[in-house]
């Protein structure tokens, strides 16, 4: 007896991938520090520029004000979504979109109930496709099967939408708390002007908290609140473009239909075209 021929399955980019830490993340943010850092040591002392007072001012006050503006689940899941944010990832629109065109090929070939197993089991890093491709093998109607999708879609992206907010909340408090140590050092050094040994310290704390805070909003906060809500719209970009292959793998659509879909979402040059045979 002739053995029963298992289909193939199709050739994926399964999974987020993740790396050590985004390249563009490091050269930026660390290239700054290096710079500001190479200006200190040409111009003078390294330690002049090092005062523990204005340290506690600046960070503590920001890393508790930000905190207060919150709560502490708010604060775990952006330092989750900030951990994830740093680090890098190969997936883009095109890949996502190759994927579901051969998906849903697949699919059309060899019958929806084949994409169980490993197939939707390779997917977990991928939860709207996942998600989706266990509901269509249930037999949930598409609308439904739609309405959960952009729901789930909504939600995750209502929490990085929260995570930024964070880190812009604290992009503005830290140059403020800089402002609250400057004042707080001017008093020191007004109040010693009879001393002139406390002067110096004084005056340390006054500068070198409107240092630190404008070094935390501009080139750490600001940063990566923008590099945050920049892969949150291409995340957003994949999961749309998960939904549409899951909606077409439901309704049986052409695939001619779902490349013109997904391509409509993709820029001119990142076009994709289907699977063919």
């Given at each position: 007896?002739?053995e029963?021929?298992?289909?193939s399955?199709?050739?994926?980019r399964?999974?987020?991938?993740w790396g050590?830490?985004d390249?563009?993340t490091?050269?930026?943010?660390?290239?700054a520090?290096?710079?500001?850092?190479?200006?200190?040591v040409?111009?003078?002392?390294?330690?002049?520029?090092l005062?523990?007072?204005?340290?506690l001012i600046?960070?503590?006050g920001?890393?508790?004000i930000t905190?207060?503006s919150?709560?502490?689940?708010?604060?775990?899941?952006?330092g989750q979504d900030?951990?994830?944010t740093?680090?890098?990832r190969?997936?883009s629109?095109?890949?996502?979109a190759?994927?579901?065109?051969?998906?849903?090929?697949?699919?059309?070939?060899?019958?929806?109930l084949t994409l169980?197993?490993?197939?939707v089991?390779?997917l977990?890093?991928?939860?709207v496709?996942?998600n989706?491709?266990?509901?269509?093998?249930?037999g949930?109607?598409?609308?439904?099967?739609?309405?959960?999708?952009?729901?789930?879609?909504?939600?995750q992206q209502?929490?990085?939408?929260?995570?930024?907010?964070?880190?812009r909340?604290?992009?503005?408090?830290s140059?403020?708390?800089?402002?609250?140590?400057?004042l707080?050092?001017?008093?020191?050094?007004?109040?010693?002007?009879?001393?002139p040994s406390?002067?110096g310290?004084?005056?340390?704390?006054?500068?070198?908290?409107?240092?630190?805070?404008?070094?935390l909003s501009?080139?750490v906060?600001s940063?990566?609140a923008s590099?945050?809500?920049r892969?949150?719209a291409e995340?957003?970009l994949?999961q749309?473009?998960?939904?549409?292959?899951v909606l077409s793998?439901?309704r049986?659509?052409s695939p001619?239909?779902?490349?013109?879909?997904?391509?409509?979402l993709?820029p001119?040059d990142q076009?994709?075209?289907?699977?063919?045979?």
């Open positions: 007896m002739a029963e021929t298992r289909p399955l199709p050739l994926l399964i999974g987020r991938r050590l830490i390249g563009a490091l050269f930026g943010i660390a290239g520090f290096v710079l500001m850092a190479l200006a200190i040409l111009g003078g002392s390294v330690l002049a520029f005062d523990f007072p204005s340290v600046v960070i503590g920001t890393v508790l905190t207060a919150y709560s502490w689940g708010d604060m775990l899941r952006a900030l951990g994830q740093i680090r890098h190969t997936r629109g095109p890949d996502a190759r994927d579901v065109l051969r998906l849903a090929d697949f699919a059309r070939r060899h019958g929806i169980q197993g490993n197939i089991g390779a977990r890093d991928q939860p496709l996942q989706g491709l266990k509901l269509v093998i249930e949930t109607p598409d609308t439904e099967v739609e309405v959960l999708l952009r729901r789930d879609i909504a939600a209502s929490r990085i939408d929260k995570s930024a907010s964070v880190l909340r604290a992009a503005e408090i140059p403020a708390m800089g402002l609250i140590g400057t707080i050092g001017l008093v020191q050094m007004l109040s010693q002007l009879s001393n406390a002067i310290p004084g005056m340390a704390v006054a500068l070198l908290t409107t240092f630190y805070g404008a070094i501009n080139m906060f940063p990566l590099k945050m809500e892969n949150s995340d957003q994949i749309h473009i998960h939904l549409l292959g793998i439901c049986k659509d001619r239909r779902l490349e013109m879909q997904v391509n409509s993709l001119a076009r994709v075209d289907g699977p063919t045979g």
